[in-house]
């Protein structure tokens, strides 16, 4: 018994030093589990396919704006802006598709590009002007959340096509169109992350870089990327948010900065740069959305649900804080 203890645990240390995640994935997977089990016995409504494809779909916006945070956070940077990013690209959807009936397609791109365009400004001020990157989104978090209130003077857009509100209610064999994008950012983040030069770049970037720039990495390129990825990606959400609610207003997306936070830190990434898992975040916002949905059903209000997210991610970033002190 005590050698098969020991032949686990050496296998387990192996495993930890060939994957640098392996332990926090590990035991964000366990977690789901028993969370999975502990709340189907609680409710039996918990684990029904209506239920589970609702809790996907919810998924679906923040494990796409979870993709540009990972990126950014790889890189030692932050974005607490993505939140307004939304509301202003949801904004503008609106104005176009619905005030000047401009056809879907167009109200799209310029969701898309006004979302791509907000990334680009946190991107020139942190890499061009070498302003921190909590100055500068924490100002752009106002200056974005400001913008759409004074384009849309405070107003709800309602009516959008059917073929706009496609982008939610749509199906595709049976999944809603929600879950498939974001299957598709997230498969694209983490072949870029894992697969490719510009990803090992990235990280390298966030653990050192000093030593990334003698290896002739295009830091301030790279950087920039990672900012204008992450506005392009709160751009892909908002249409999620738009279509599914099938109207726009200017409080849409606030306080989504924390949440997607809270799980890109609880799914592995690094505060500090360095490191990055796109598989963690995907696991972490699933984790933090079946725990929503498990107290949502026991009758718990939804300010409470924020209270608990809350206070998981500042555990976690203390215990993240204080391991990293200690190595």
């Known amino acids: 018994m005590v050698n098969s203890v020991q032949l686990i645990l050496r ?15 590990t035991t964000l997977f366990l977690i789901f589990v028993a969370a999975m089990i502990l709340l189907s016995n609680l409710n039996p409504r918990f684990f029904t396919v209506v239920n589970l494809t609702n809790i996907m779909t919810q998924c679906s916006i923040y494990v796409i704006m979870g993709i540009g945070m990972t990126l950014v956070l790889t890189t030692g940077g932050l974005d607490i802006s993505i939140g307004s990013i939304v509301g202003l690209s949801t904004v503008l959807m609106g104005i176009t598709m619905v005030l000047l009936r401009y056809p879907t397609w167009a109200g ?26 909590l100055i500068v989104t924490l100002g752009s978090l106002a200056v974005f959340r400001g913008l759409a209130y004074v384009l849309s003077e405070g107003e709800l857009f309602f009516g ?10 749509g199906r595709v064999l049976a999944i809603p169109m929600p879950i498939w994008l974001a299957v598709i950012v997230f498969i694209l983040g983490y072949y870029l992350l894992n697969k490719t030069v510009t990803g090992r770049h990235v990280t390298a970037i966030g653990g050192n870089e000093e030593a990334a720039a003698y290896t002739g990495v295009r830091i301030r390129r790279l950087k920039f990327l990672t900012y204008v990825l992450s506005g392009l990606l709160a751009g892909v959400a908002a249409i999620i948010y738009t279509a599914r609610l099938n109207a726009a207003q200017p409080t849409i997306g606030m306080g989504d900065e924390i949440h997607v936070l809270a799980a890109v830190i609880l799914g592995g990434t690094s505060l500090f740069g360095g490191r990055g898992t796109m598989l963690g975040t995907l696991l ?44």
């Open 108 to 133: 799209v791109l310029i969701g898309l590009a006004v979302a791509t365009a907000c990334g680009a400004f946190n991107g020139f001020f942190i890499v061009g002007c070498k302003v921190p990157p």
């Open 11 to 25: 296998k387990w240390k192996i495993l930890e030093y060939a994957y640098p995640n392996f332990r926090v994935l």
């Open 284 to 327: 972490a916002v699933v984790l933090l959305q079946v725990v929503s949905n498990g107290v949502l059903l026991a009758g718990v209000g939804f300010f409470w649900q924020q209270v608990l997210i809350g206070l998981i991610f500042i555990i976690v970033v203390a215990f993240r804080t204080l391991g990293k002190r200690e190595a």
């Open 160 to 169: 959008f096509r059917r073929d706009f509100v496609w982008f939610s209610r």
